[in-house]
């Protein structure tokens, strides 16, 4: 399907998409990255695919600064209605590119990136994995679910070992001291419930990557 007719079916059903995403429990969604955010320190995120607002509202009301990037247009107005932060930041952009984003010039301690993936072909998404580490500052931290296996008719099935394989080449390729590090990665039953579309049991993989200056310069982390 068209990038095009997917962020339409996004506008198409706002109203019941964003009741279901803000219905599920934010801290239970994010809880393996929260175990590896720095301890008492704000940080600049960049959430991806910001759909009803609800990560950008559970981080921002932690205090942190979240860049939140959604293409449509009436789920990022129902979101900016719902969760009212000075906090956070809307724009109308989407990967692989991020244009806006991009030419903020700003670099970001974390990135997320929650059930946006599969919506992108392989080449799509691994430019996007591409553009969101040339967004993260050194020591950032980047976090990706995606459903598994695929939950509606408009998305793509991902390769268990397709982010691994993107990090061996980034690094193979990386210039200086920057390498990336997975550094947790498991599958999670979704919390509400869902089937696949094949029937089967739904489940979302959770990967975090870090962006390494150096092995010896590491924050100290919660857990």
Request: proline share 4%; net charge positive.
């Amino acid at each position: 399907m068209p990038r095009s007719k997917v962020i339409q079916y996004f506008n198409d059903h706002a109203s019941s998409l964003s009741a279901q995403y803000n219905s599920l429990d934010r801290a239970k969604v994010h809880a393996d990255l929260m175990r590896f955010l720095p301890v008492s320190q704000k940080l600049r995120m960049l959430d991806i695919g910001a759909g009803s607002g609800a990560d950008a509202g559970f981080f921002a009301a932690l205090g942190h600064e979240v860049v939140a990037a959604e293409p449509a247009k009436n789920l990022r107005e129902m979101a900016n209605k719902t969760f009212k932060n000075k906090k956070i930041e809307w724009v109308a952009d989407k990967l692989p590119h991020l244009k806006s984003v991009t030419a903020s010039g700003k670099k970001f301690d974390v990135i997320y990136a929650v059930g946006t993936l599969q919506y992108l072909d392989k080449k799509d998404r691994m430019a996007s994995l591409d553009k969101m580490a040339s967004l993260l500052k050194a020591d950032g931290l980047l976090e990706i679910q995606y459903p598994t296996p695929r939950s509606r008719e408009h998305q793509f099935s991902i390769d268990s070992r397709e982010i691994a394989g993107f990090v061996k080449l980034f690094n193979k390729a990386a210039q200086g001291n920057f390498r990336l590090k997975v550094i947790h990665r498991k599958n999670i039953k979704d919390f509400s419930g869902r089937k696949a579309l094949d029937g089967s049991d739904l489940y979302f993989n959770t990967t975090i990557i870090k962006y390494l200056k150096s092995p010896a310069n590491k924050p100290k982390f919660h857990g």
